[in-house]
């Protein structure tokens, strides 16, 4: 397994063929983060260092870590040669033709670093013997589900956000930590093994200050750096050995971790806009749901306590002028108030999510088992955080389901856990494009990715009757609901819905996902 | 993988490249007061509604002919009919008589988008996709490559979905005869032919084909007896299919001749716009319009048409193999194209068509017209604002069907089937032939790319403003030239390829 997988002809194929058809989406609908990503633009175009993270004259503020407003700022000075007026802050809503164009362009430009890194774990991933047709062979099936990812594809190039670059961040990072398991058996390997592991650590650390959602997974690579790397043997039975510890690597870790920060916030802690900075990062005052609900754990708690109010109010144990009276998605009340059951405060979802992500983490510190251990922390940390996490967006299931599609191509098992993750993950992203004029480009592309994973009979019966129940929300919420009299009455009733039906998908694949975990434990060492 | 769950995402990834490709402008947004083509449908939706059938091809006081009047046959009339239905239902706004004049918002938009895709998936797709896993040799991932390279051919996405017209439909029609007639079915396949004539009537440019090898099969099978009965058969079903869509026409007999009135519309000359045939190449050097009458230019076109045709048809009639039949269907329609009178530059899809059947057997020779078919229709998409889509799409099958169908490794003398130039150039010192169409393929694209710069990024001399697109007629016209010339030898040397031949007997 040593030898790198060799990438034939068809992956630059799959990688062009895809940049085409993102170019085909330059007029498709955008959302408001087009006006947000402009608007950042003109601020780091336009105003000293200092007034970055102060400027709030549109009511989109920079709320990215300071190496994205870098980026931000790079762009901008290939921006000034398409249209000079998108970097005005005044020039609110500002989406001229060339405007369009250039930020279009420049996500599609920017995945050359999502393609990379794609070509990077496809190198990883193990090829079973005796394959010969390219189609069925484990690094062009993950080439596949990488670059032509549903859910990348229609939130960056139709609903418009850089993520493709983020993952490609990402995914690299995590291709060097799988490289230094493929490598292990040549010669060099203590050396190699160090500059892969300080590579992925860096490029990590450049990652949590380009965006820092992906704090999600930070615990993940904080232990398995800490136990693989700087504890340099394990016992015969895999538990840690203490005297193995080697202070030069943690201080080399820790000085490549501190001078990243050091380089992104220094210039703002010498200005001492630290908390100013941080406020904007971390807004609390948003409320527990995004207007439309991501599909966790607290989507199924909201209709529980909906639920038990009604029931409540039916039985006559409530009263219903007692209730808090709250629209729950309609985007405009941003603190909901339960009515029957807890309210719920961001404390207790970071100690929900801490405490659901512990057992990954301490497997690993128990009993690593590898890159591929770590790549299933990572997976649970990010679940367990999109599971539990305050204010979450529907966009951060993402950040599970790529590096699952790596787990995927190489075991049966987890293949299951990553067709239910991945379909319903992808169609709780639907209600992103609510333009008519999007849906067959959404239908179809959805569609697409689904047929191309579903490839044997591996699901049981249950999963495939509730994957199934999916197409019948779908026609339920896409094409009757518009055409019922509770269209009027109850708009948000579908987005309710999809929501709640996706989270059971998502719950179930989390538990699913764990199980593995545990099941591993008890026998370390197996691949 | 399987081949149907292959073949599926091939389809849906056409949808989406074709609603991709229909996000954006159509002919005449927003330039009142003509419009463009798409006006022209919407117009017929609200002319067809409301007004009685017997007044559709008549200039009334409630229907202006000289604002684009009805000039299809009877099927896109009625086509139009279904449409206004639904358009009625949805916003009674959009088919309002008189007062819907130059209708433009982006819920109509979506609404004619939204027709287009519907009639392409009802009839065009399922047609290609049955065309090619049935009537393509190869294993089944070649078919499917075909398959995806067929879907992805630019001009016509780019006509129907940017520009805004139904080919789809007739050319659907038309593929569905070629089929049939392919599996044997020879009644079904004239009459899903008869429908096509009867939606547009270019399609004429291939009944001569189907006429010859129909004719051919009857002779072969015996002129007296089963052949006869044959002929009867198919003879009965075009009549059959003609009379049932003209029907409402044929009460009066002064109707069905001002149908075809409006169908062939004689006075409006030679040619039109910058369209690469040989009548507006030729301009370039000889002023033909201002030296003959008109008269004298019809029946010269008409006489270079016959004498175009003459030779792949005759061929045809006496060899009716499916494998003569769509090269005839190529060298009728290309002739047509190059001779006849009053052709639009968007004609050249009757010939794709048929080129696009050859993608498996011929692939190199296939994508280099199919792709200089599509530089032909620059100065229209240009001026529609389809700038990206056309950039997007033909560099995308320029690469993906090169890359599929492995065109450039397949170029060899047998596999050009070039015998027989080699016979009639023996005089010219012997090449690799391979290697001398791969650089005149190479050179070609190189000059199609550099004259779509060209037009896109410079500004013409002020006294030559047509300089751009008359460079890109011409370009496109030595293209088609070579290719009519290519074909018609091939067509002329012995077919190499049994499976073809075995299918059909």
Redesign the interface.
């Known amino acids: 397994m040593a030898a790198r997988v060799d990438i034939g002809f068809w992956f630059p194929a799959l990688a062009l063929g895809v940049s085409f058809l993102k170019c085909l989406f330059i007029n498709a609908y955008h959302s408001t983060d087009f006006e947000v990503h402009r608007n950042w633009l003109a601020i780091t175009h336009s105003l000293p260092v200092s007034r970055w993270y102060h400027e709030n004259t549109s009511e989109w503020t920079l709320d990215y870590p300071p190496l994205f407003a870098w980026f931000e700022f790079g762009l901008s000075h290939v921006a000034q040669h398409f249209d000079r007026n998108m970097l005005q802050v005044e020039n609110l809503n500002y989406a001229s033709p060339s405007t369009v164009l250039f930020q279009r362009l420049s996500v599609i430009f920017t995945d050359v670093v999502f393609i990379y890194a794609a070509k990077e774990c496809c190198r990883c991933v193990q090829e079973q013997k005796g394959s010969r047709d390219v189609l069925n062979r484990p690094s062009f099936v993950l080439a596949v589900l990488l670059l032509w990812n549903f859910g990348l594809l229609i939130v960056d190039h139709i609903h418009f956000q850089y993520n493709g670059f983020l993952f490609g961040v990402l995914l690299l990072s995590v291709a060097k930590h799988l490289q230094v398991q493929t490598s292990v058996s040549s010669d060099f390997v203590s050396t190699k093994l160090c500059s892969q592991h300080l590579q992925g650590a860096l490029l990590f650390a450049i990652l949590l200050n380009l965006k820092h959602i992906y704090l999600y997974v930070a615990p993940a690579y904080g232990i398995y750096l800490l136990r693989s790397y700087c504890f340099t043997q394990d016992n015969k039975d895999g538990s840690i050995r203490w005297m193995s510890f080697s202070p030069l690597r943690l201080l080399a870790l820790g000085s490549i971790v501190v001078s990243v920060c050091a380089l992104s916030f220094g210039p703002f802690i010498a200005m001492g806009q630290l908390p100013q900075v941080l406020s904007r990062l971390f807004p609390f005052k948003r409320g527990l749901c995004h207007a439309y609900w991501a599909p966790n754990i607290w989507a199924l708690y909201n209709v529980l306590d909906k639920g038990l109010a009604v029931l409540g109010v039916r039985l006559k144990l409530l009263e219903e002028a007692e209730l808090p009276r709250a629209s729950m998605t309609g985007g405009l009340v941003q603190e909901f108030q339960h009515s029957v059951l807890l309210s719920v405060s961001p404390s207790a979802t970071l100690v929900c999510t801490l405490l659901s992500i512990l057992p990954a983490v301490a497997s690993i510190w128990l009993r690593p088992c590898g890159a591929r251990g770590f790549l299933r922390c990572l997976l649970l940390c990010a679940l367990g955080s999109f599971m539990f996490g305050w204010h979450v967006h529907e966009k951060a299931v993402l950040i599970a389901i790529l590096p699952l599609s790596i787990l995927a191509v190489e075991s049966r098992e987890d293949a299951r856990i990553f067709l239910v993750l991945t379909t319903t993950g992808h169609y709780s992203l639907f209600p992103l494009l609510f333009t008519p004029t999007e849906r067959p480009v959404k239908v179809s592309l959805m569609l697409m990715f689904t047929i191309f994973s579903f490839t044997g009979p591996l699901l049981r019966p249950l999963e495939v009757v509730y994957l199934l129940g999916l197409v019948v929300v779908a026609i339920a919420c896409e094409v009757v609901f518009p055409l019922s009299p509770w269209q009027q009455r109850l708009p948000f009733l579908p987005l309710l819905a999809t929501s709640v039906y996706c989270s059971v998908g998502v719950c179930y694949s989390f538990l699913r996902l764990y199980v593995r975990l545990l099941q591993r434990d008890d026998k370390p060492k197996q691949l | 993988?399987k081949t149907w769950?292959?073949v599926?995402?091939c389809v849906?990834?056409g949808?989406?490249?074709r609603?991709?490709?229909s996000?954006?402008s159509y002919s005449g947004a927003g330039k009142p007061p003509m419009f463009g083509d798409y006006e022209a449908q919407r117009h017929w939706q609200e002319v067809t509604y409301n007004l009685p059938l017997q007044e559709w091809y008549f200039n009334t006081t409630d229907n202006d002919l000289n604002y684009w009047g009805l000039d299809y046959p009877p099927l896109t009339a009625y086509h139009s009919w279904i449409c206004a239905y639904v358009a009625k239902i949805i916003n009674p706004d959009w088919v309002e008589l008189h007062k819907s004049r130059g209708y433009e918002s982006?819920?109509h938009k979506?609404f004619m988008r939204t027709t287009v895709?519907v009639a392409d998936l009802l009839i065009y797709i399922p047609a290609v996709v049955l065309y090619c896993l049935y009537l393509t040799d190869g294993s089944s991932k070649k078919k499917i490559s075909t398959l995806l390279c067929f879907l992805l051919y630019p001009g016509l996405i780019l006509t129907d979905y940017g520009h805004f017209q139904y080919n789809g439909v007739s050319l659907g029609f038309a593929l569905w005869g070629i089929l049939a007639l392919g599996l044997g079915w020879d009644v079904s396949g004239s009459m899903a032919f008869s429908l096509a004539l009867n939606y547009k009537q270019m399609e004429l440019y291939h009944a001569l084909p189907f006429f010859c090898y129909l004719m051919g099969k009857c002779i072969k099978a015996g002129p007296m007896g089963r052949g006869l009965f044959l002929l009867v058969r198919i003879a009965a079903t075009v009549l059959a299919t003609f009379a049932l869509c003209w029907l409402p026409f044929l009460s009066d007999p002064s109707q069905a001749l001002q149908v075809v009135r409006r169908i062939f519309p004689v006075a409006r000359g030679l040619f039109e716009d910058k369209v690469a045939n040989t009548w507006c190449s030729l301009n370039t050097l000889i002023k033909i319009r201002s030296i003959l009458s008109g008269d004298s230019q019809l029946y010269l076109s008409l006489a270079c048409t016959f004498l175009a045709v003459l030779p792949s048809s005759f061929r045809l009639l006496t060899k009716p193999t499916f494998w003569h039949f769509k090269l005839a269907l190529v060298n009728s329609s290309l002739a047509f194209f190059l001779f006849s009178y009053q052709v639009h530059e968007k004609s050249i899809l009757l010939a794709a068509l048929p080129v696009c059947l050859l993608l498996n057997d011929l692939p190199l020779i296939a994508i280099w017209f199919l792709q200089a078919s599509t530089f032909s229709m620059l100065p229209l998409f240009l001026k529609d604002g389809l700038l990206?889509?056309y950039v997007?799409?033909s560099?995308?099958f320029l690469?993906?069907s090169l890359?599929l169908l492995s065109a450039l490794d397949h170029c060899s003398e047998d596999e050009l089937r070039m015998g027989a130039y080699n016979k009639l150039l023996f005089f010219l010192p012997k090449m690799d032939l391979a290697c001398v169409v791969r650089w005149k393929f190479y050179i070609s694209v190189a000059v199609m790319a550099v004259l779509s710069i060209v037009s896109i990024a410079l500004v013409p001399p002020p006294h030559l403003p047509d300089l751009f697109p008359v460079l890109v007629s011409t370009t496109a016209f030595l293209h088609f030239f070579g290719t009519f010339v290519y074909f018609n030898v091939v067509q002329f040397s012995e077919p190499p390829s049994r499976k073809s031949q075995k299918k059909n007997n």
């Open positions: 993988m769950s292959l599926s995402i849906l990834l949808v989406v490249v609603w991709g490709v996000l954006n982006p819920t979506l895709l990206v889509p997007v799409t560099l995308a690469f993906f890359y």
